[in-house]
């Protein structure tokens, strides 16, 4: 397969452009300085703007594949949060559209049109929901700024599939992975024997292990009647106070010193809403579909991204 992946240089688009080119696909990761980075081989750069499919949008014309992932970072890079101030909210927001009308270009233009495009989403998009109730993806977007920004994000290459593209959306959870996300923000309390539940510790944590992110969207790359939505989490959420309870246990210490939630608004301001938020999804359409998770408890994928 060629794939062409935008983002390709974060967290999970890295992984997943490693993964493909060992197994001897062509990959093309869309950069803005693509000389910036060292690639592992088989994988190549491509410069793009982040906003057209200038010096790129002919790679599309027979491509198998176009995997969206591309958009400003929510948390911000490092291991502590930026503030959501108006005009990072609204480079969050654009840079998702800008990309996704980058890809619909690329298609658009291309006379052998790729047979797939993988549109990335975040588990967000059904909102901050403080109940038991079990989210599958039949459930209705929610409100608020990251739910709104997800609804833009997947909105952003609809187009697509009116032009006869099948496209898939991957609404992703909490990805364990020591590299970068939120799990090394999430675990530094306890390495200073001072972890807890975060908030009231009883909102509900869809998280996926690295590994079973990669390995999904391969499934839905190679699956041809995979199509729409589909949750891109593990089949067993926790509560925040669950969860903690994990790391601790994984690393050794203790979890019983929560954090208010008023402290970390303090703190954070609004992008507190990305520990203090919460719903209870499963991937119910990925495992219909057939897929196997690697790591289908918290137990077993937190000490193996902790020890990686």
């Given amino acids: 397969m060629r794939v062409i992946i935008t983002g390709g240089t974060g967290l999970i688009g890295s992984a997943l452009a490693q993964n493909l080119a060992a197994a001897g696909h062509e990959v093309i990761i869309l950069s803005r300085n693509p000389a910036k980075h060292s690639l592992p081989s088989g994988i190549r750069g491509e410069k ?14 027979g491509a198998d594949a176009i995997v969206n992932l591309a958009g400003e970072p929510i948390a911000g890079p490092g291991l502590f949060p930026w503030r959501w101030t108006q005009e990072r909210k609204q480079r969050i927001r654009q840079s998702r559209i800008d990309a996704g009308t ?10 052998n049109k790729p047979k797939v495009v993988i549109q990335s ?17 039949d459930s209705p977007n929610g409100s608020g700024f ?14 697509v599939e009116t032009m006869g593209v099948r496209r898939v959306i991957i609404r992703t959870g909490l990805v364990l992975s020591m590299e970068s996300g939120m799990l090394p923000i999430t675990v530094l309390p306890f390495h200073f024997f001072a972890g807890g539940p975060l908030g009231s510790g009883h909102q509900w944590w869809p998280w996926i292990h690295l590994d079973d992110q990669v390995r999904a969207m ?23 106070k669950a969860f ?9 210490r203790p979890a019983f010193f ?11 301001g609004e992008i507190a809403a990305l520990v203090l938020d919460g719903r209870r999804a499963i991937p119910q359409k990925l495992e219909e579909a057939g897929f196997t998770f690697k790591f289908p408890q918290a137990h077993e994928a937190l000490l193996d991204a902790l020890n990686q």
């Fill in 146 to 159: 990251l739910a709104d920004v997800c609804v833009d994000w997947e909105n952003a290459t609809a187009e």
């Fill in 244 to 252: 903690a309870k994990e790391i601790g246990k994984a690393m050794n």
């Fill in 48 to 61: 793009w703007d982040g906003k057209t499919a200038v010096h790129w949008g002919h790679l599309a014309d």
């Fill in 102 to 111: 980058a890809v619909t270009e690329a298609v658009r233009a291309a006379t």
């Fill in 258 to 268: 929560p954090t208010p939630a008023f402290a970390l608004k303090l703190a954070l």
């Fill in 121 to 137: 989403s975040g588990i967000d998009y059904y909102g901050n929901i403080q109940s038991d109730k079990i989210i599958t993806e």
């Fill in 218 to 240: 391969r499934f839905l790359l190679e699956n041809e009647t995979a199509v729409g939505p589909y949750n891109v989490c593990a089949p067993n959420p926790l509560t925040n």
